[in-house]
């Protein structure tokens, strides 16, 4: 069964850190560009970062930069999304996706992508 889930969200205060998961199964993982993608309450749901089959290439999203590392272990299945320094503007529900991509550059368009996690929730707040 196809699954991407999503695990590492919560509360955390102003300035603190979170390692968000996004464990796979059920398809070829390890040929497959992963992506992180956030939607908070009445906006769109935009991307955060992403990380290539290889993990050679990443994006990330100007918002995060500097405060966020996205790294993948392919025998793991699973993707990581190291948060630090959060703002309470990074409030969202965070979402993984997987997609065969042909162009990494690319990897900021949701619709490029064919699988997606449930999400998880991370609320920044004092």
């Known amino acids: 069964q196809l699954q991407l889930v999503e695990s590492g969200g919560g509360l955390v205060q102003p300035g603190g850190s979170l390692r968000l998961s996004c464990a796979a199964s059920?398809?070829?993982?390890?040929?497959?560009?992963i992506g992180w993608f956030r939607q908070a309450p009445g906006k769109e749901r935009e991307a955060v970062s992403c990380?290539?089959?290889?993990?050679?290439?990443?994006y990330y999203a100007d918002s995060m930069k500097g405060r966020v590392t996205i790294s993948r272990d392919n025998a793991k299945h699973t993707v990581f999304l190291q948060m630090n320094s959060l703002k309470p503007e990074d409030t969202a529900v965070y979402y993984c996706?997987?997609?065969?991509?042909?162009?990494?550059?690319?990897?900021?368009?949701?619709?490029?992508?064919?699988?997606w996690g449930q999400g998880t929730q991370v609320t920044v707040s004092s």
């Open positions: 996706a997987a997609g065969r991509l042909l162009w990494f550059r690319l990897c900021t368009d949701r619709d490029r992508y064919n699988y």
């Open positions: 990380i290539s089959s290889s993990g050679r290439n990443t």
């Open positions: 059920g398809f070829t993982f390890d040929n497959h560009v």
